[in-house]
């Protein structure tokens, strides 16, 4: 049976992340910075800040049995690339960093469970950028670039990764936001599905599709729908 860590496991996909795994009968880590927030029955609650290297080192010490980390957590603030470089920064440390933290933490704990599994949540927008998502995007597609990286580098210790991209989940993130979105337990469960499954890159919806097929064509096709606005 799978044990798994998930990190933002405390609301939004995180949460629906969980309950998948348990509903499946795994064993689930649900890390939050606030455990307490954690009410799924069954979960065990972990004190989790992926920003934190203490709490990273010691969430890898505490769940050594993990075979699948799910890095989840996430953040979006809206700053844009000109703006305020403290949110820039911010989204680098949860979404960038943060994630390549947990993977070198728990690399040791997977290839001592006989490799295991890395799932992480990017985005739709790690293949494009769009108005009031500039640091958004850059994050995500270091995310994104990340998982190629580092597929190939635990390749040796039979460690598969998987890239996860969506538009939008109906989650509080996303709640100012108005467009097309997809229910959080479909994401997980399809994902969690492709996983076990073997592939490499889960790509949820219509729009992801759409965005990553663009990457082809020249790149004003698909940024005049901004450049026009």
């Known amino acids: 049976m799978t044990t798994a860590l998930i990190t ?43 920003t934190d290297p203490d709490a990273v ?51 040791p704990v997977l290839a001592a469970n006989g490799g295991g599994k890395v799932v992480n949540v990017a985005s739709a927008l790690s293949w494009f950028a769009a108005p009031g998502a500039g640091a958004y995007a850059v994050s995500k597609a270091a995310n994104w670039n990340m998982s190629n990286a580092l597929r190939l580098e635990l390749a040796g210790q039979g460690t598969q990764v998987t890239s996860v991209h969506l538009g939008l ?28 499954a073997g592939d490499l890159e889960v790509v949820v919806d219509d729009w992801s599709a759409m965005v990553k097929a663009s990457l082809a064509e020249d790149p004003r096709t698909f940024y005049d729908r901004f450049l026009t606005l």
């Open 169 to 196: 989940a109906d989650t509080d993130m996303a709640t100012a936001i108005q467009g097309p979105k997809t229910d959080p337990a479909v994401v997980a469960r399809l994902t969690l599905d492709a996983v076990e």
């Open 57 to 107: 080192a010691a969430a890898a010490a505490l769940a050594g049995d993990v075979d699948l980390l799910v890095n989840n957590a996430g953040i979006s603030t809206g700053a844009q690339l000109l703006g305020d470089l403290e949110g820039v920064r911010a989204e680098m440390d949860v979404n960038f960093w943060g994630t390549l933290s947990m993977v070198r933490a728990f690399a």
């Open 8 to 50: 933002g496991a405390n609301r939004g996909l995180g949460r629906h992340f969980a309950a998948e795994l348990l509903a499946r009968g795994a064993t689930v880590y649900a890390g939050a910075r606030e455990p307490a927030s954690i009410d799924l029955p069954g979960a065990r609650p972990i004190a989790l800040d992926v």
